[in-house]
């Protein structure tokens, strides 16, 4: 399994119009109303799955309230927006921040760019785009406090260029992807912060999986969920987010990643107090006939659930980590409502109507397989059972059954 370095309503109906998550009416004056890009210089990358960064230094503290991306005839995959104590590299105006890929893969031999990470410390996620995703304007009082009163004087962004041909086939081929950043220099009641659910994992040819993970909340405020997003390759099918509370699980938002992955707004008004579970779940299906593995390129696959929230400004610095990251083992105790939320979201109904078909085959081998133990056990003569038992679990993945 291969380890994972981390680098991180309904759909609107003009995909062009904005995700509003406030009321106009109560925005502030215009004339604390700025603007602030943040786009690639020009680049022009030659190879497939490049990851590149570049930065700008605050000189004051600025409070974001909408980010609206910028990308050019679908060069840029993803792109992600971080504040960050200091950056990867200071000195270069581009750098190659693919760190999660191998010289095998490619991009970390690219010596067109410097390699360098997103952040060299203090990464915080702002902000992510992929899938055609509209622009975020965020609810009434909330900003993302940026600057070095903040102790994150940088905002970095990070554009994924999936594919190159067209920068091969045209060397005078310019890209300019990034961010608009709409700001006010006044500071406002809440501030907003982005956590990230993750995992590793393998997806074996021909299965739907689960890819799960889940950490304690350790901040020592409450949050506030507002807006989820969920980002997977060609194989996911729904990404589903949740608060776990004294055995009792809330869906904080569930979506199909195949759709524009855009922040929506969170399912219902709970809020995450200390001690509390974060969970998330990835459905994937890999109809191919190699496995597929976590990674960075177009070729592997990520199973990431972000949760928008604020909390009051007062408690900045209290939020806790950012980020839970396991190995993408299954839950023990998620109820059957967990699964029965999850097969609701739309285009995931044929994947779920497969897996509950196989689950069936499953348990009625299971039972037929004990069935037949107990008959060999009192003695009866059961000709293949144990071939039988043996070619059922050679089947099943290493960590199916432990005794």
């Known amino acids: 399994m291969t380890p994972l370095l981390v680098n991180i309503a309904a759909v609107c109906s003009l995909l062009a119009m904005p995700l509003v998550l406030t009321s106009v009416a109560s925005a502030p004056a215009a004339s604390d109303s700025n603007v602030m890009d943040l786009l690639m210089p020009g680049v022009s990358p030659k190879q497939e799955d490049t990851y590149l960064c570049t930065a700008v230094k605050l000189d004051k503290n600025r409070y974001i309230r909408a980010f609206n991306p910028q990308h050019q005839s679908g060069h840029a995959h993803h792109i992600i927006l971080t504040a960050c104590k200091e950056p990867g590299s200071a000195t270069e105006k581009v750098w190659n921040c693919g760190e999660m890929l191998t010289k095998s893969e490619g991009a970390a031999g690219d010596k067109t760019y410097k390699q360098a990470p997103q952040c060299a410390s203090d990464t ?183 949760m928008m929230y604020w909390i009051r400004a007062d408690d900045v610095g209290k939020d806790g980590s950012r980020m839970c990251y396991t190995s993408g083992e299954l839950w023990d105790l998620a109820p059957s409502s967990v699964m029965a939320a999850s097969a609701t979201v739309p285009g995931t109904e044929r994947v779920f109507r497969e897996m509950n078909r196989e689950m069936d085959r499953m348990d009625r081998m299971m039972k037929q397989m004990l069935l037949n133990g107990e008959r060999a056990a009192s003695g009866i003569d059961m000709p293949g059972f144990e071939d039988e038992a043996n070619e059922f679990y050679a089947d099943q993945p290493e960590d199916f059954i432990e005794f």
């Not at 940026?146 to 004087?153: I, K, Q, R």
Request: charged share 15%; with cysteine; aromatic share 10%.
């Open 124 to 306: 915080r996620i702002i902000y992510a785009y992929a899938m055609d995703a509209p622009a975020l304007q965020l609810p009434d009082g909330v900003t993302f406090g940026v600057g070095p009163g903040f102790d994150l004087p940088w905002l970095v962004v990070q554009v994924h260029y999936k594919k190159a041909s067209d920068f091969v086939k045209n060397p005078s081929l310019k890209d300019n992807s990034g961010v608009k950043m709409t700001y006010q220099t006044t500071p406002s009641p809440k501030l907003g912060g982005v956590h990230i659910s993750l995992t590793d994992g393998v997806i074996p040819a021909h299965s739907v999986t689960h890819m799960e993970t889940s950490c304690s909340y350790d901040g020592q405020t409450t949050l506030h969920p507002f807006a989820f997003r969920t980002h997977t390759h060609s194989h996911g099918r729904v990404v589903s987010g949740y608060r776990v509370r004294d055995g009792h699980w809330s869906l904080i938002g569930s979506a199909n990643p195949q759709m524009p992955q855009m922040f929506y707004p969170v399912n219902g008004s709970g809020v995450i107090r200390p001690g509390d579970m974060l969970a998330a779940k990835c459905v994937m299906e890999n109809t191919g006939d190699k496995d597929v593995s976590i990674g960075a390129t177009q070729k592997d696959e990520m199973c990431n659930f972000y």
